[in-house]
């Protein structure tokens, strides 16, 4: 859902990621690193929050996530599961590994609403070989649903961070890279 969104955004600001399926391939993944160039931005074809931040900047280009319907997928108002989908993108898994837990989905609906903005995810469950090649802990919880790193364009990891806490989830901080990790 969210590389849907990112092809959306993209296309309105005049580059071509190719077809909005939801897939991050060749021609998403160029048209982000001339956007990133174009913005003077790191042209690394990642859309983090700085690249998140040039891209949904415009009233226009704002898009936020309906709430709940009779999705089955629809795990909460604002969440739903493919925005939690293993970033291996197929190559080593369905995607699901394992399933959310709804107390994590519960403390990110929780927080989502303390700030009234989307809250990204940039990593949900992953499988392990994907855990692996991102450098995860052997018993890392996003290989069983337990986490999930975000962030909220516009508010800083600390502040997050203490949204966080207040609802229950543990919490680490990467300041450098501009997320926040939250488990159960």
């Known amino acids: ?14 580059y071509d990621p190719g077809p909005v399926d939801g897939i991050a391939g060749p021609r998403t993944v160029f048209a982000i690193k001339a956007f990133q160039s174009d913005r003077g931005l790191n042209p690394d074809g990642m859309v983090g929050p700085l ?16 709430a709940a319907s009779c999705d089955p997928k629809q795990l909460s108002p604002h969440f739903h599961q493919n925005e939690f ?4 993108q ?10 959310m837990h709804t107390a994590l989905i519960s403390g990110l ?27 995860g802990i052997v018993h890392s919880k996003h290989l069983i649903g337990h986490a999930a790193d ?23 901080i990467y300041d450098d890279e501009g997320f926040c990790h939250l488990e159960i």
Do not use: W
């Open 51 to 66: 690249t998140h931040a040039a891209l949904f900047s415009s009233p226009q280009k704002v898009l936020t996530t309906p």
């Open 150 to 172: 975000c962030y909220i364009p516009g508010v800083s990891v600390d502040t997050l961070a203490d949204a966080a806490r207040q609802a229950g989830l543990g919490v680490i």
């Open 109 to 135: 609906e929780q927080i989502r609403n303390s700030f009234n903005r989307p809250l990204i995810i940039t990593s949900g469950v992953r499988c392990q070989t994907r855990n692996r090649e991102v450098g």
């Open 1 to 14: 859902m969210y590389i849907s969104l990112i092809q959306e955004a993209l296309t309105l600001a005049g």
């Open 85 to 88: 989908r293993c970033c291996c």
């Open 90 to 99: 197929g190559r080593y898994c369905n995607g699901f590994p394992a399933e």
